[in-house]
């Protein structure tokens, strides 16, 4: 982590293409061992080098040809991205893997330096070395996915990320655009680690707001895995302090995970993630900060966390299934408003239409479907102010038709939005349902809460395998249950497929 900045830091569900089913390719488990080996090597390059790994500094170049040799042996398409800052020469290592839509590029970046005053292996050593083992992964299970993949190491991210700066503005417009998505690893195994995910959707409404739009996506990957492994995860905020800031700043997605630098562990947090509520990293710019100061269980969840998001959002595509059932809401097809007669909300309840955009400040209704013309949405129409007809009153619900479900593995993806101002609450939601028989589960659930949250679509795949052989029904859910909340939520390309 970089010097700048006052305050700590604090993916998708992966979305399918609406007739597609999930992932092809499970993604491996990385060995925690071989991440450790790496972690092992930067040490004792630091030892042979002053103590540090540092921009301009002979550990640095030694950390790059270390990296490089592994890559080059394995396949990639490697390239030293030479720049200069503070005085100094600095390299980025840029590395392709052969194959894939290069005008959809996913990239995995982490910082390789060090701070001058130790060798950097929590920070960011660890990152840097999670990376680069899911990279020699990708060259060992012969991975080919959809999209074009390209790992980066940059230099110099302790003086201001200078590196991953340079890179970003060497870039046309065209191969900015050809960057679908950015996931930083800086610092993955801090010794009292805390589990946080950027918060793609500003979901935690804190701080700077949400990343361009796919950075939602990324965190819902991330989140995804942990929640798999039954390890909780908490957001934190894309304030600028690491390396996915220039490229935020140019509109490309990011997420990416952390553990915890100088801030302190709350009380809530060592009962979320034991531990102490003492720094997450006591070493942190410290010399101390050495293979000793890393925490084993942190380093090996997130390794195969990054290793799954990266299987997951390179193939997203992934191979086509059945499709059992899809809307996209162009023609009615039998969604039923208050099918059990329980709904209370007086206006803003859910339509089949043509929205109308609404703004209060931040975008509440969106004008705009992510197919056609029409969605479903919370009162389509636009009043006289942002509240006309958002929800008010309660719950409003609206039902699909019943829903035949074979045998087999089955994925259900939609696009949806919920946005709210901040006199919301956690009260207030937006939830999907599967109704079987008599019984009703809730699958997909958005909270609302105290912040200004505007109107973006955003995607979500759920496994329905649980419910094969049934016949079901969804049930799309809204709530303002706050006071004088303003509430509004939208769906749209409803998809259910077989794999």
Known sequence: MPLIGATALLLSIAAAAPAQAAVAVAPPDIPLANVKNHLTQFQSIANANGGNRAHGRPGYLASVTYVKGLLDAA?????????????????????????????????VGAHLDSVTAGPGINDNGSGSAANLEVALAVARTGFHPTRHLRFAWWGAEELGLRGSTFYVNSLSAAQKAAIGGYLNFDMVASPNPGYFLYDGDNSDGTGSGPGPAGSAEIEDTLEDYFTSIGVPTRGTDFDGRSDYGPFIANGIPAGGIFTGAEGRKTAAQVELWGGTTGAFDPCYHRACDTTTNISDTALDRDSDAIAYAVWTLAD??????ETVFTDDFETAKGWTTNAAGTDTATTGTWQRGDPAAT???VATQLGNTVSGSNDLVTGAAAGTSAGTYDVDGGTTTIQSPAITLPSGTLSLSFSWYLAHLNNASSADYFRVRVTSGTTATTVFNQAGSAANRA?????????????AGQTVRLQI???????ASLVEAAVDDVVITKS
Do not use: R
């Open 75 to 107: 396949g990639f398409q490697t390239q030293q991205q030479q720049f200069t800052t503070s005085g100094a020469t600095g390299w980025n290592l840029i590395a392709d893997w052969p194959g894939g839509d290069t005008n959809d590029t996913l990239m």
């Open 316 to 321: 997203e595509t992934g191979t086509p299934g």
């Open 359 to 361: 703004s209060s400040g």
């Open 455 to 467: 109107a973006s679509w955003q995607k979500a795949t759920v496994n329905l395998s649980a419910y």
């Open 477 to 483: 859910e809204a709530a303002d249950a706050s006071t």
